[in-house]
C-alpha cells in the first residue's frame, strides 16, 4: 500500500460546483498534514494544513479523520482558476518523513 | 521579498556532464530539500539539510551529490552517474519544528519555481 494515495482524476466539474477530494495515509504515526495546490508546470504551493478539528479558508474546507486515516478538501463554488493540481502532503515527524500525494487532478469547465 | 530562487529555469545535460543547479532562500530557515519530480509521479526526495555543513541522503539520492556551506544555498549537482535525468527538479525550505509553538503544523515546506533538466 502507498504511503499516500490520492485519486489521480481528472474530476471535470462545472463552475459552481461543489467538488471533494479525498487522501488516505498509512502511517498511523503522521503527525502534520496539508494540500497544496501545483498548477502546470509550476511548484507546489500551500493550499492550507489541516488541524484535527477541520479548517476552512474561503471556499476551502479541510478534514482529518485519525481514525480512519485520511484527509479530506472541499471546494466550494467553483472557479475556473481553481483548475489545478491537488496535492496531499502528509508528515510522520522529522526533516525526513514528509511524503507528496500524486496529486489529483481537478478541472473547472466554463 | 523573501522567498526561494533557482536557477536556471531551464538546463540542458549532455552525455557524461555533470550540472549544478542552483537553490538560494532569504527565508532565514534553517532546513532546505530538494525533491525530484516525474510525470504522473510524486515528489520524490533526493536530500536534505537540517543545518549548514550537514545533510542526508533522502530516498533517491544515487547520482547526486549536494554541498551546505552557508544557511542561504544549498546547490544540488546532477552526475554522469545518475542515467535518467530528465526530470523538474524542486528546491524547498522549512522551518525548524522546534522553532514553533506547538499546536501549529510543523515542516511546512515553500518551493523554488524549479528547475526542468533535460538530456541532450
Known amino acids: 500500500r502507498k504511503e499516500v494515495e490520492q485519486d489521480p482524476g481528472p474530476f471535470n466539474v462545472p463552475e459552481g460546483a461543489t467538488v471533494a477530494f479525498n487522501c488516505t495515509y498509512s502511517?498511523?504515526?503522521?503527525?502534520?498534514f496539508f494540500w497544496y495546490r501545483q498548477d502546470c508546470r509550476k511548484e507546489p504551493k500551500l493550499l492550507m494544513s489541516v488541524y484535527s478539528s477541520g479548517n476552512e479558508d474561503g471556499r476551502f474546507t479541510a478534514q482529518l479523520n485519525r481514525a480512519s486515516q485520511y484527509i479530506s478538501l472541499l471546494i466550494r463554488d467553483s472557479k475556473l482558476s481553481d483548475s489545478a493540481t491537488y496535492l496531499c502532503?502528509?508528515?510522520?515527524?522529522?526533516?525526513?518523513?514528509?511524503?507528496f500525494g500524486t496529486g489529483t487532478k481537478l478541472q473547472v469547465i466554463p | 521579498d523573501g522567498g526561494i530562487t533557482q536557477s536556471p529555469k531551464y538546463l540542458f545535460r549532455k552525455e557524461g556532464q555533470n550540472v549544478t543547479l542552483s537553490c538560494e532562500q532569504n527565508l532565514n530557515h534553517d532546513a532546505m530539500y530538494w525533491y525530484r519530480q516525474d510525470p504522473g509521479q510524486g515528489l520524490r526526495l533526493i536530500y536534505y539539510s537540517q543545518i549548514v555543513n550537514d545533510f542526508q541522503k533522502g530516498d533517491i539520492a544515487e547520482g547526486y551529490s549536494v554541498s551546505r556551506e552557508k544557511k542561504e544555498s544549498f546547490p544540488l549537482t546532477v552526475t554522469s552517474a545518475q542515467k535518467n535525468p530528465t526530470a523538474f527538479y524542486l528546491c524547498?525550505?522549512?522551518?525548524?519544528?522546534?522553532?514553533?509553538?506547538?499546536?501549529?503544523?510543523?515542516?511546512?515546506?515553500?518551493f523554488g519555481a524549479g528547475t526542468r533538466l533535460s538530456v541532450l
Open positions: 502511517n498511523s504515526a503522521s503527525q502534520s
Open positions: 502532503v502528509v508528515n510522520a515527524g522529522g526533516y525526513q518523513k514528509v511524503t
Open positions: 524547498a525550505s522549512s522551518i525548524d519544528p522546534g522553532d514553533l509553538p506547538s499546536g501549529l503544523a510543523k515542516n511546512i515546506q515553500y
